[in-house]
């Protein structure tokens, strides 16, 4: 199947979409005005978007897109290699990013200097690129490199969140801790691979494993050091301490962009090495993914879940429920069964859309109103209907009822542990779903079934969220029910995704 | 034992370099320190990859009296660490079959890590110089102190708010 | 500003020297170690030394953050111009073979190396001062004794 993009333009699409958000980052960083920077960014983010969605539709029906940088060709150079695994994940990434640019318009007038905002948006670009970046490209030293190009950006946004809360910085040094330590396990695992194997790229590396056969002690080694490194970026349960801080203090479009996109991408290279690279069928790797993945994302889901509903601070309930979502895909992904993995997969997707819209709406109330608290959020509903309506649609997305993208994704995960025999799963589904019930039914409640506050005895006047912080989380909302109501084009993503993992074929 | 421990002398020194950075990161309280040890941790993985970049009785990857063949050695191949130096061009593997060179590969990764690390640090002590700003102190555990009564202050306030 | 006077005059004789080892670093790279990197860092060395002999203030008006501003970007975009020459050149991005018709010899990445590493040595030297700059200029609020906030 072909895009819509003709020529030039859809050749060289997979290079594209990493080098435009990079040097148009670099022009950002000069623009003497902000709203020249702004423009930049929001042209750039839309045209990688358009890219994204092109090359979705180019890998559709098992099409593979390779692209040798420089005409090295692989496995000597370094490969962009898009398929229908990272394609549906790099569209995920610059939609989101387009929306949260929208976003950025307004919010950091409030959040920002104004002498940081032209570097603001740089940072942003760069953090852009990254991502992209640790999705397209096929070698896994280039993987380490874009990581760390996202992973620095991503510490700097995080930071100029202190203009706004002073904790945003200890929030980013605790995330550059862990997340360097992160992605320095992952260099060593890449490291011992490359020892085993010789190569680089991703897919002769599994070609060379798989003519090994059996796993030897130093795959192990790697296996291990890339399972800690990437879970430690993908806030795996015990490891996702840095990431309450980090979504709660950063700026608010920061915040939604992170909570959408950066775990998600960590979460494709967990995808990626666990079932392309290496072969999950071996003793050892099949072990790993029931007894290591799958359990402790179900305790994570629990334990999280159960932090979610302690929290005052409406950012850090938001937060935690982010790592008892990855519980849920961790736990599609230790399935390792085609429908398992589908299911993780479309809740991969799904989950970047509901908590794009939550943490957006989050963000007008703050803007608003300056409200974080969940006790403040009493009659929200009557002051800011449309964006709590947006919120509502989202809340009511991440709790799983039907009719909602979240219903899809939990129900697909509930029918493939019910087929994989996982009973204990199938409770743990339906008992943290309760729980999710309860953390976003306090807000829910507070903001519908309360009076509003009072000031000096008169009711809080009405003031709607700025238009373009409302279109951008009423298209994630939207998003939210139309992939609830009509899931064929997720779930045949994830489908294709799930072949491209169980078929070996990379 | 001792003789594995020597003929591995590279590897025990990552371990021990990678094991007291790590410590040195969850053990200390100093801001700045923690820096420190991310970096000591981070160097034991450069060496790490230039060990497994060193190939036996290799020379460096340098083609000398050749400048103007064909395998003048830009990009380098992926050699394979086992012996062998992979080079690029067909034409360059014959030319160069007597000589045995050591693998360049990890060499220019390791200058890529290098750059990143270098980045990372500086990202680190930015936020270190405004922290103590902000805060008056590196020391992890007051910072922690002065947030949990920022938090209690920020519950009473909201108290306050709500009874007038 | 009189004190002090063998190390301000050898650094005068010494920072020239410098630069253009930087130099010949970066085009040495061609064929042997060397490279825009290491390059990049040898010039920004010598602006250091500059700073740290002659006072910040001093470096300031000789190399204006203005300037290394700017320069950062230039870098990049020499970098990523080579990569759109050789697209606008009909090939793929990056692909340095194009940049000459020579076939019995790659002088076309002889050329594209040298332009992209002069992109790499002019973004690393301008952070390197930048990253100076942003540390060295900041006031000292804080005072090396503790105090009680």
């Not at chain 1, 695992?189 to 002769?204: P, R």
């Amino acid at each position: 199947m072909s895009g819509f993009l003709t020529g030039w333009l859809s050749v060289e699409a997979p290079v594209l979409l990493v080098v435009l958000p990079l040097v148009m980052a670099a022009i950002c960083a000069v623009m003497p005005k902000d709203k020249i920077a702004w423009l930049l960014a929001f042209i750039t983010t839309l045209i990688c978007a358009v890219l994204a969605f092109d090359i979705v539709l180019q890998t559709r029906g098992e099409q593979v897109l390779s692209y040798a940088l420089g005409g090295w060709e692989p496995p000597f150079g370094i490969e962009y290699r898009i398929d229908g695994l990272n394609a549906p994940v790099a569209l995920l990434i610059s939609a989101i990013a387009v929306i949260c640019t929208l976003y950025a318009l307004c919010s950091t007038d409030a959040e920002i200097e104004p002498k940081k905002r032209a570097p603001f948006y740089a940072a942003f670009l760069v953090a852009f690129a990254g991502l992209l970046g640790m999705v397209v490209t096929g070698d896994a030293f280039n993987v380490f490199v874009f990581l760390e190009v996202s992973s620095i950006a991503t510490y700097v946004l995080v930071g100029m969140g202190a203009s706004r809360d002073r904790r945003a910085l200890n929030s980013a040094y605790n995330y550059l801790i862990l997340g360097s330590i992160g992605a320095t396990f992952f260099v060593i695992g890449v490291g011992f691979l490359y020892m085993e194997t010789g190569t680089l790229n991703m897919a002769d590396m599994a070609d060379k494993l798989a003519v090994m056969g059996d796993v030897s002690r130093v795959s192990q080694v790697a296996f291990a050091f890339i399972v800690v490194g990437l879970g430690l970026k993908l806030a795996m349960f015990p490891l996702h301490l840095w990431l309450p801080g980090a979504y709660a203090y950063s700026p608010t479009a920061i915040t939604a962009f992170l909570a959408a996109t950066a775990t998600k991408a960590a979460l494709y290279l967990l995808f990626r090495f666990v079932f392309t690279v290496f072969d999950p069928s071996l003793e050892f790797i099949g072990a790993t993914l029931t007894w290591l993945l799958a359990v402790l994302g179900v305790i994570g889901m629990f334990v999280a879940s159960l932090q979610a509903i302690f929290q005052s601070d409406a950012r850090r309930v938001l937060a935690f429920s982010s790592v008892a979502q990855v519980g849920y895909m961790l736990l599609g992904v230790g399935m390792g069964t085609a429908l398992g993995l589908s299911a993780g997969y479309v809740h991969l997707i799904n989950h970047g859309i509901i908590k794009g819209a939550l943490f957006l709406a989050l963000g007008a109330f703050w803007y608003r109103y300056g409200i974080v608290r969940v006790s403040d959020f009493k009659g929200l509903g009557k002051i800011m209907p449309w964006t709590m309506s947006a919120f509502t649609i989202a809340a009511l997305a991440l709790i799983g009822v039907p009719g909602t993208a979240g219903f899809i994704s939990k129900f697909q995960l509930l029918d493939a542990a019910a087929q994989n025999g996982w009973w204990w799963a199938v409770g743990a589904i339906v008992v943290t779903s309760i729980l999710a019930v309860i953390y976003m039914g306090r807000m829910l409640e507070a903001a519908w079934l309360q009076p509003a506050p009072e000031v000096n005895g008169k009711p809080v006047e009405k003031r709607e969220a700025p238009l373009p912080m409302l279109v951008g989380m009423w298209v994630l909302a939207i998003a939210a029910i139309v992939f609830g109501v009509v899931p064929s084009w997720p779930v045949e993503l994830a489908n294709g995704a799930a072949q491209v993992m169980l078929g070996g074929g990379l | 034992m001792l003789s594995d421990l020597l003929s591995h002398f590279n590897y025990v020194v990552v371990i021990l370099l990678m094991m007291t950075g790590l410590y040195v990161v969850f053990a200390s309280n100093n801001l700045i320190k923690k820096l420190v040890g991310l970096s000591v941790f981070q160097t034991s993985v450069f060496l790490l990859y230039i060990t497994m970049g060193k190939v036996k009785d290799g020379i460096p990857p340098i083609i000398e009296k050749s400048y103007d063949s064909h395998g003048d050695g830009h990009g380098g191949g992926h050699g394979d660490g086992h012996g062998d130096a992979v080079t690029h061009g067909a034409d360059a593997a014959v030319k160069t079959a007597e000589v045995l060179y050591s693998n360049p590969l990890p060499h220019v990764l390791i200058l890529t890590a290098i750059v990143v690390g270098v980045a990372t640090l500086a990202v680190g002590l930015a936020l270190v110089v405004r922290i103590r700003e902000v805060y008056g102190t590196i020391e992890e555990e007051e910072i922690d102190r002065l947030n949990y009564a920022f938090d209690i202050d920020g519950i009473e306030e909201a108290m306050e708010e709500d009874a007038l | 500003m009189n004190s002090h006077m063998i190390l301000r005059i050898v650094a005068k004789f010494l920072i020239p020297l410098i630069v253009v080892f930087g130099l010949y670093v970066h085009f040495h790279g061609d064929f042997g170690p060397g490279g825009g990197f290491q390059a990049g860092v040898i010039v920004a060395a010598g602006v250091i030394l500059y700073a740290l002999i002659f006072g910040l203030k001093a470096c300031k008006e000789a190399v204006p953050p203005s300037w290394i501003r700017i320069g950062m970007t230039v870098g990049v975009l020499f970098y990523v111009g080579t990569g759109i020459l050789t697209w606008l050149m009909g090939a793929k991005f990056l692909d340095f073979d194009i940049l000459h018709p020579a076939t019995d010899h790659p002088l076309g990445q002889h050329i594209g190396i040298i332009l992209v590493e002069l992109g790499v040595l002019f973004t690393v030297a301008t952070v390197m001062v930048a990253i100076f700059y942003a540390f060295g200029s900041r006031q000292p609020e804080i005072m090396d004794e503790e105090q009680d906030f």
